[in-house]
């Protein structure tokens, strides 16, 4: 069965600092990986995306994502972290040998919380 | 310029009422989704249309149907609402290419959050 699992209910960290948001994910073929960002009272909003190619993923604010086959791990990063980084973040897989259906499975979730 | 707009944005009703949401997407995409967020955030999907067809309908109540009258508007009805209805739905749209590769990257409209008192 596909699932995404992060394993960490929240994330703090101090302003200025490295951040790490784990996420990893079981598929059976070759996974599309997505993260997305949630803030207060706010829809979610798309930061980057895996599909194929370099490990490394750029994505919108500063944000990284590192894909690891091997680890079947998308860990969202950013260098410096800053208050208004502050949000849900959500974790997304899609098996892209299934069927053309664009069927997205989140995992549960990590609040980050960055204090100045 | 909303690409993924959403109405109402809040929905407050008694149980038995039956509820529409009403979602449109100006970005030409051919796939949309509803989704549900639960009270512990959690993401489901519950059904897509591609060109107007039912792709994914997944465990939902029949109380729940989505109707696509266009490739831009996927609108849900829920009939005789219930307590665990309540939740904040979502809906998005992607571009899902048959042919080749597809960016698929989903687009979430801003939510709409319903109570059912």
């Known amino acids: 069965a596909q699932s995404v699992a992060q394993p960490e209910d929240q994330v703090n960290v101090a302003e200025g600092n490295p951040l790490t948001v784990k996420c990893t994910y079981s598929?059976?073929?070759?996974?599309?990986l997505f993260w997305y960002v949630q803030y207060p009272n706010r829809g979610l909003q798309f930061l980057l995306k895996y599909i194929t190619g370099d490990n490394l993923v750029k994505g919108s604010y500063g944000f990284e994502a590192e894909f690891n086959k091997s680890q079947t791990s998308f860990h969202l990063k950013k260098p410096s972290a800053l208050v208004s980084d502050s949000a849900l973040y959500f974790c997304?897989?899609?098996?892209?040998?299934?069927?053309?259906?664009?069927?997205?499975?989140f995992g549960q979730g990590t609040t980050l919380q960055v204090k100045p | 310029d909303t690409a993924v707009s959403q109405t109402p944005k809040y929905l407050v009703t008694q149980m038995g009422n039956d509820k529409s949401i009403k979602c449109e997407q100006n970005l030409g995409h051919d796939t949309m989704y509803w989704y549900k967020q639960d009270s512990k955030k959690f993401l489901k999907i519950m059904f897509s249309y591609n060109n107007k067809e039912l792709i994914i309908n997944e465990t939902v109540p029949n109380r729940f149907s989505p109707k696509s009258p266009d490739k831009a508007h996927l609108n849900l009805h829920i009939n005789s609402l219930e307590l665990g209805d309540s939740a904040v739905y979502f809906c998005?749209?992607?571009?899902?290419?048959?042919?080749?590769?597809?960016?698929?990257?989903?687009?979430f409209g801003p939510g709409t959050r319903l109570t059912v008192l």
């Open positions: 598929v059976s073929g070759n996974p599309y």
């Open positions: 997304a897989v899609r098996d892209r040998s299934s069927s053309n259906t664009g069927k997205l499975i």
């Open positions: 998005a749209s992607s571009q899902v290419t048959r042919a080749g590769g597809s960016t698929d990257t989903q687009y």
